[in-house]
């Protein structure tokens, strides 16, 4: 979240993040002083996010603007300009074909200040492809699938854990990654739920060709956060301006 929030400080504002979920980057941008609009696809996160945001001092609530829209074609409310448009946590892998990527890229494009900057990141599947294709999961049985985490059931007395089984359709550069909610009442699973997430993954000089041909110049790339320095496995994390 830091190294966001510190290119939002740097540029200025005013931001745009796409694909803003329930405002984890979109309010301590704006608590940092910053203007932020925050576009988010899916209905129920843009009511939680804007409930959340009536939480906030009201300072804070002026600085923040929450659309509902599709980054491929970004609506009116995001026109911008902006100095920096930025996609945390993965956003960008969840455009599942190169012309949708190629669409948003275009858009994000022509809603930027003429020196401000893209910042996004995506994983480098290499490592864990070769560990999931040499290694799949030993059981069809959810019991046995790996956790990912578990939590207490909103407003219950339940706890919900988390398996997850993982692949990767290669053709496509699609990882799918199947998740199971068990349901736990007393410490016994007494309802299980299924969910899917599908993100594309992008090699690296595939990504560069991409901001090319939407106009793009790439400042850097770095394996983390910290700007390590890209490894081929891991983490991609992209900053660019326009060309």
Known sequence: MEFYRDHAIAGGGPVLEA?????????PVAAAGIDITGLELAPEMVAQARQHSLRLPEEVQRRVTIVEGDMRALPTAASGP????????????HLLTTQDQLAALRGFHQRLAASGRLV???FDPTADMVRVLSDPEPSDQVSEL?????FAEPG?????RVRYRRGYALQAQILQQLF????????????VEQGELLLRYTYRYEMEHLLELAGFRVLSLAGDFAGSPYGGCGEQVWVAEVA
């Open 180 to 191: 199971y909610y068990e349901i736990l009442d007393g410490g016994h699973v007494v309802n």
């Open 120 to 122: 996004l990141n995506q």
């Open 82 to 93: 902006f100095a920096l448009i930025c996609l945390p946590y993965r956003t960008f892998q």
């Open 146 to 150: 790996p956790v990912d985490m578990e």
């Open 156 to 160: 219950s007395t339940r706890t919900v």
């Open 19 to 27: 694909g803003c979920g329930t405002g984890r980057i979109l309010f």
